[in-house]
């Protein structure tokens, strides 16, 4: 720290850097704007330690802090993950009891229009559910086709030329989850009018 | 910028600052250790000029790569909630498709027998996928009650000694993913031996 021996000053930041000097004139008042008198170098330099020393603080905390930041960040990406989890399962746990108190007790339905309706409800809950967290289902007969959320399995001759592109019929439901495609929607597609 | 005009030095990080200064002479020759020459306070105030400027320069990237990286996290975490859900349902639509054909073609099963038989097929996939993803049940009969995943519902005397403060009977299966409880299991617990 030479600078400092022969100028004699303190680092009014770090008290232990420079123990015997003297506080240097305010850096406000020895700064001079335009026409203003020129600065002694001796206050020149004092200043210019003050200042370069307060930036290296500055430099290592700020680094300090956004290490942490970083290793904060990382660790909480992981559990968000399994909290985005779990909560959507936490939601499905009704769903998956009443499916298994039909699996406990299915047998003993009085007839299969029962059991079959039991079924039903216990699908529609889930449905329900599910598309509460953001769940869509993908079922584009009679639009035209995409193939970025449709895929052709087969073609069939269009009755009438405005139809054909357009989707004839689907053997399996799509789905999409909040813009995410899950699995595309497996169709028939109306190729030219036959 | 005071401190240069009057020691007239370059900054070399930015050359537009000081057009018709001198370069000053490195700062590494002009530091010197221990007990080498002092060093002249013009020069000095060269050296200072550029490791403050330096640091400043420094000290202002990090700040934007800081903000940068924060902005970018925000934006991550939003996304990664929601692919976290999107993967669990995409491993969970086989399984809905299952129920879905039990509710378009179940009233036509030969018997409830046959219906309860695909219900339970179609319960142990969805249980299997959800074990895959993390899911665990909680179902501890004969363990010591723990309030932190045990939900006390009622107690009875405890037909042995041993057996006093452990659980009697579980009421509702609890379920714990990856480490979080979704739900407590509800329990009988078995008190003083009756």
Not at 38 to 51: C, F, H, M, Q, W
Not at 59 to 72: C, I
Not at 102 to 129: N, R
């Amino acid at each position: 720290m030479t600078a400092s021996q022969h100028v004699g000053m303190n680092d009014d930041m770090d008290g232990s850097s420079f123990p015997e000097g003297e506080m240097p004139p305010s850096p406000a008042a020895e700064a001079p704007a335009g026409g203003l008198p020129v600065e002694p170098t001796d206050s020149a330099v004092a200043r210019l330690t003050t200042e370069r020393d307060e930036l290296k603080d500055k430099y290592l905390r700020l680094a300090a802090e956004y290490d942490n930041f970083r290793k904060r960040s990382q660790k909480e990406r992981a559990e968000l993950f399994d909290r985005a989890q779990a909560e959507l399962i936490g939601n499905l746990l009704d769903e998956l009891d009443d499916l298994d108190r039909l699996v406990q007790g299915g047998e003993k339905s009085a007839s299969v229009a029962d059991l079959h309706q039991a079924v039903v409800l216990t699908d529609k809950k889930f449905w329900k559910e599910l598309e509460k967290a953001g769940l869509e289902s993908v079922e584009p007969v009679g639009v035209p086709f995409d193939p970025t959320v449709h895929e052709a399995i087969s073609q069939i001759p269009a009755p009438t030329a405005a139809q054909a592109g357009t989707v004839a019929m689907v053997f399996q439901i799509g789905y999409r989850f909040k813009g995410l495609l899950l699995r595309p929607a497996r169709v028939q597609v109306y190729g030219e009018q036959g």
